[in-house]
């Protein structure tokens, strides 16, 4: 009969369906301070000048905006409390670590219940070029195309905070916008976006990665740039592409591998940075340093990229992570996001500008979990909460 010969396929879609882990989901579990190794130990001031910065962020929204995922039913107003006691707590390590345990709960973070999570590290990178083209600089900076269409899609449904796309518009519809390949092969061309032009193509690409940097000009003076908008496409890590074809291990994965193998294969290292369709544009900033996703400069080895899809931004993390020679356990803000930073457990590190911050970020491949801090005031949801088993 014919339910006989459908029955071995109803059970195998049965199998596969009870075996496809289940989706992405923030899960916290309620800590104590003393749960926090080295909380103690941390100069936790540092810490307190990088929140007030996004204190000054919550300022600017009503007190009512929304403030992270949907699932933790958090407002701007939740942090007001905490913040305007911030101005007013000294910078040392002893009154800004009494501020966070007077104002704050610290849960431990996991994924549908795992707290393990993978840490790694960006920092600002040095790059050569000038005003006009010529010469060594012949790569250009794009500045934001005029016709880029970036879509907060958390503005339109509450389910899809942390979810953006970005096209343009052809006839009333948004589509897509033209990939890396496309653009290094002169797709935008004639629009005239060069803001500055470099001498490396490689080190333009990691500028992308990294989302901001510096230029120093011939006269020696430096030019600061930030982030501006990316193109919607998917960020594609090809150092996951040399590990998948086999010419890098997970162990011997680094920025400076990277960079190694593409200098001593410059064709194929072209093609496989256009690899990743993901394009990024730029503007100039001041001299503070970089601007992070939530609108505020980074602080070097306090400022984290996370997954605002699942994590508030502007929230303090508290992280305890190791990984090769790096060991940190120390509070930082969530001020930032990533292409490549995805899930509930999942951060970067910014480590700040010149050749220690790049060696660090580089080689950073560290494992460990994240606690949330989160304002005594706000009521969080009976949903995200869950227990190990």
């Known amino acids: 009969m014919a339910w006989r010969r459908l029955a071995p396929l109803l059970l195998l879609l049965w199998l596969a369906a009870c075996a496809a882990p289940p989706p992405p989901r923030l899960t916290l579990e309620p800590a104590r301070f003393d749960n926090l190794p080295g909380w103690q130990q941390d100069q936790i001031g540092h810490a307190l000048a990088a929140f007030r910065r996004s204190c000054a962020a919550f300022a600017k929204r009503d007190a009512s905006a929304p403030s992270g995922p949907a699932a933790l039913h958090l407002t701007a107003g939740d942090w007001h409390d905490a913040c305007g006691a911030a101005a007013a707590v000294g910078d040392d390590d002893a009154a800004a670590r009494g501020f966070f345990e007077r104002y704050f709960t610290p849960y431990l973070a996991g994924n549908n219940g795992s707290p393990d999570g ?209 060991q940190l356990e120390r509070l930082m803000v969530a001020q930032d996001v990533g292409g490549a930073i995805s899930g509930p457990v999942r951060g970067d590190v910014f480590w700040g500008f010149g050749a220690d911050a790049e060696t660090k970020a580089g080689a950073m491949r560290a494992h460990g979990r994240y606690y949330l801090l989160l304002p005594k005031s706000a009521t969080l949801p009976i949903a995200v909460a869950a227990r190990r088993g």
């Open 118 to 326: 993978l840490f790694t590290g960006y920092y600002e990178p040095l790059l050569h070029g000038a005003r006009q083209r010529g010469g060594p600089y012949q790569t250009p900076i794009l500045r934001r195309p005029p016709d880029l269409v970036s879509v907060d899609l958390g503005r339109f449904r509450p389910a899809w905070h942390g979810e953006r796309i970005a096209g343009r518009v052809v006839n009333g519809a948004l589509v897509p916008y033209a990939t890396r390949a496309a653009i290094e092969h002169g797709a935008l061309d004639a629009q005239n976006l060069a803001l500055l032009w470099v001498d490396n193509p490689v080190d333009a690409f990691f500028l992308q990665v990294q989302g901001s940097g510096r230029v120093e000009l011939p006269d020696g003076s430096m030019v600061g740039l930030g982030y501006d908008g990316q193109n919607g496409q998917t960020y594609v890590a090809i150092g996951r592409l040399l590990i998948a074809r086999g010419i890098l291990t997970p162990e011997t994965t680094s920025l400076q591998s990277i960079r190694a193998w593409i200098a001593a294969h410059p064709s194929e290292g072209a093609a496989l940075m256009d690899e990743n369709p993901s394009y990024v544009f730029f503007r100039e900033t001041g001299s503070d340093g970089p601007i992070g996703g939530e609108g505020v400069v980074l602080t070097p080895r306090r400022s984290l990229a996370v997954d605002a899809k699942f994590i508030p931004l502007g929230a303090p993390i508290y992280l305890a992570a190791s990984g090769g020679d790096i």
